[in-house]
């Protein structure tokens, strides 16, 4: 028999993740699951089961797809929700950009803060009244300030000063017709958390996310791997290295670290010892100013 006693801190964060998504269940009437084939959602994936299974989720499987995805993670993603017979529903910004509400200043810039309109387009189309995403605290000071369920209004939007308390474990993600809330079951995990999760759990991974050799130039203080989307520049000198990526998302601004950590317990090993956050060290559209995941998140963005 399981006691208090000897719960381990895993054990405890996953216990309160797994109440989350079933007050998400209980409270919601139409929720969604954000996933994207990352280590996040990934983990998201198998609490839900936890939560649900033998039955199906209560809730189908989202991803709101840039055009601009590593393939491997693309596959993943597939196999993981056809392995789990789970409904996947993808929604592309290349469709946005057909219908006229996204308009890219030029035909190479990074698309990663247009996916809130694709993702708003998606709520509206299916009346979603809550995702559940893999976002956590520790990535960045805008996620930091956010609520377990983030409220958001009939636009969309976040406002950072005028969210609902949270005393305890009790949640409320109650809306009226239009709002709708993010739900966020492992905010308060750790880069180190999920990785010890998913080495406990035995969790499939895209290979990305082990030390391989790549092609790369080093740009701003940046690994930018050289792909069709982000090309070596003249004055740039290429180098093969050993690279692996702690974060996944566009190609044109997530960016690999060096790294020879090529299973999960090496990976866990050299977390230990970095000293700089997930996104800081990888997340290129993140760098433009220390506001603008916070001026994204207001837009409606993850």
Known sequence: MTTLSNLTHLDWLESEAIHILREVAGQCSNPVLLFSGGKDSLCLLRLAEKAFRPGRFPFPLLHIDTGHNYDEVIQFRDLRAKELNERLIVRSLEDSMKRGTIVLKTADEPRN???????????????????????????????????????RDEFGQWDPKNQRPELWNLYNARVHKGENIRAFPISNWTEMDVWQYIEREKL???????????????????????????????????????????????????????????????????????????????????????????????????
Not at 274 to 288: K, V, W
């Open 113 to 151: 803060k247009h996916q809130s309109v694709t993702l708003l387009e998606a709520i509206a189309e299916f009346e979603f009244d809550c995702c559940i995403g893999g976002a956590r605290r520790d990535e960045e000071k805008a996620r930091a300030k956010e609520r377990i369920m983030s409220f």
């Open 204 to 302: 499939g991974l895209p290979s990305i996310y082990f030390a391989h050799k790549r092609p790369i130039v080093r740009r701003g203080g940046a690994i930018v791997p050289i792909t069709p989307l982000t090309p070596k520049k003249d004055n740039e000198v290429a180098e093969e290295i050993m690279v692996r990526y702690r974060t996944v998302g566009d190609i044109t601004c997530t960016a690999p670290v060096e790294s020879e950590a090529d299973n999960v317990e090496k990976i866990i090993i050299e977390t230990a010892s970095t000293t700089i956050t997930e996104r800081g060290a990888t997340r290129l559209d993140d760098q433009t100013s220390d506001a603008s995941m916070e001026q994204r998140k207001k837009e409606g963005y993850f």
